[in-house]
């Protein structure tokens, strides 16, 4: 079974604290002048995700959950009524979106987490108050499916949360209409290691994420090991640039 599909009862706890640091994201980080977003797409605005929110919610009962396993952990970007762990069966996490803007560059692209099949990946699920749904809504979606080349990558999940099974929408599960690479671990963490976009650096989003599961008290395997792999790269390379 390949690391990135083991799951947290399969992993071995970690021993200590995160590899990856504040100090490590700060040497590799530098601003970069560019695009956020695919200058070729074409973005959505508020009516279109309005539409798109309607059209993904159509017949379902509130409150919308929606399953974090990234980003939306650490920044959901809405207001969130209830936040609990939960486990999506059949899915596992995977740096397997190819950037080249954003958190990456064509010079250096970068990479972005996506769930793919298989495995057992366990994560936060987000209540939107009912009150909320529309804003909370209109923002989650204006993020996560900015264009409307975008607009197929979501998903409604079966997640197991309390003992209890419910469906959660969540996002890039099994991604369409985005380029993807799988690469080796080892090759994941040298791209995150040193990419940098307009939104910021690979190493940031790893280590963001890495400590929002530490503290919601889950332990993913695969996501321990790249970040110390992303470590020993940013030591290895600020090391050579020391001897230039």
Known sequence: MPKSWMSDKDALKPQGPLRLTEDHVRRVTRLVDGPRHNPDWRLMDDDDLDRLAQR?????????????????????????????????????????????HFRGSPEQPGLMLALASGGSCEGVLLEIAPATTAEALRAVLRRELVAHELAANFRWIEVETGGMEREALTFYADPVDVTLTDLPIEEQARRLAHANGAAGSGSEYLLRTAQSLEEAGIHDGYIWELQALVAEEIDRWSGMEGKN
């Open 56 to 100: 993904l919610t159509a017949g379902r009962p509130a409150p919308v959950e929606i399953f974090a396993y990234g980003s939306l952990i650490w920044n959901p970007g809405f207001p969130v009524a209830a936040r609990r762990r939960a486990t999506a069966r059949n899915w596992h996490r995977q740096f397997s979106i190819d950037l080249e």
